[in-house]
């Protein structure tokens, strides 16, 4: 091993925004920062993130591959229909729904800066 991983940064055009939208989805707590940067999550036991703001940002356009997804969450839930209505309160976009199979569910969604991110729930 070369080194830890401190923080995953994400590019977008409001950090504060996200950085709500996501402290809000995944339980990690606002850490700091300004309104060009700021960070979730201790990073101690947590992950942390921190989200940079952008000028001109082009949200990704998934699953078009001429606009790549730059990068997203799999975020393990145990009831999909409440999680879904959570992220939708909280901004996010249906993108897609893969129920095909009935052991594994999971759902794409973007969030409010277009990034998508999956909801995935396992019987």
């Known amino acids: ?3 830890h991983l401190r923080t995953i940064a994400i590019d977008c055009p409001d950090p504060v925004a996200l950085a709500a939208f996501y402290s809000e989805l995944l339980g990690l707590p606002p850490a700091g920062g300004d309104h060009g940067w700021v960070i979730i999550g ?17 949200p ?10 730059q990068m997203h969450f799999d975020i393990t839930v145990d009831d999909i229909d409440a999680a879904e ?15 095909e199979d009935p052991d594994n569910l999971y759902r794409v969604y ?3 800066a277009g990034h998508p991110f999956c909801l995935e729930f396992t019987r």
């Open 60 to 69: 990704p356009a998934w699953p078009d591959p001429d606009h790549p997804q």
């Open 85 to 99: 209505e959570r992220v939708l309160a909280l901004g996010a976009t249906p993108l897609r729904r893969v129920e």
């Open 42 to 58: 201790n990073g101690e036991g947590q992950p942390r993130i921190a989200f940079q703001h952008v000028q001109d940002h082009r």
């Open 1 to 3: 091993m070369i080194g």
């Open 110 to 112: 973007a969030d409010p």
